[in-house]
């Protein structure tokens, strides 16, 4: 009698654990949403240093729809630094970000393919001997223009945003959604 109770508590308890085990390999999920992807919204960086000055230039590649782009210079407290801004660049905001003010783009010709460059100045501290190394950072980023011909409310703006205004055309962007982080 005791191997019969043992028995049928086996196969109850092989019973209720085989579907379990058989749901890990038949399990599946499904998603809803849409997430927008694009590959032809695309920037390139080119950035020279002559002596103590860097030039910073960013565009659109050909091809690329419109983008808004912007630009963050890194560097130690103890290096000073002159920031000649190009035409169309505005900053620092908050986040300590130079934001280009109008689209870039490498399409249709609506707007320029390239920004304004931005000049950096380098001052080494007093104290700097040669061979002393000093890093001055640029992290530019670049993120889709999206196009609307009403004005975007303050929820499609979002906190961070970048808004260029024409008769009639709204170019805008919520900075969340960055493509390039060089």
């Known amino acids: 009698m005791k191997k019969i109770i043992i028995l049928v508590s086996l196969l109850m308890i092989t019973l209720v654990s ?11 999920t499904s998603a809803q949403g849409t997430l927008r992807v694009s590959i032809t919204d695309e920037s390139s960086f080119e950035e020279t240093v002559v002596d103590k000055t860097k030039t910073l230039s960013i565009k659109a590649d050909n091809d690329s729809d419109p983008i808004f782009v912007r630009a963050k210079i890194i560097k130690t407290s103890d290096v000073e630094t002159n920031i000649d801004l190009g035409t169309g660049w ?4 908050d986040d300590d970000f130079y934001y280009y003010d109008l689209p870039l783009d490498g399409k249709e010709g609506m707007f320029d393919q390239t920004a304004t460059d931005i000049v950096v100045t380098i001052k080494f501290p007093a104290s700097a001997e040669d061979g002393d190394k000093y890093n001055v950072v640029v992290l530019y980023e670049a993120t889709p223009a999206i196009f609307s011909s009403t004005m975007p409310s303050a929820t499609q703006l979002g906190d961070n945003y970048s808004l260029y205004e024409e008769t009639d055309n709204y170019w805008y962007t919520d900075w969340k ?3 390039v982080n060089d």
């Open 177 to 179: 959604e960055v493509l």
């Open 18 to 28: 085989v579907p379990k085990a058989l749901a890990y390999f038949y399990t599946y």
């Open 90 to 93: 505005s900053g620092p905001r």
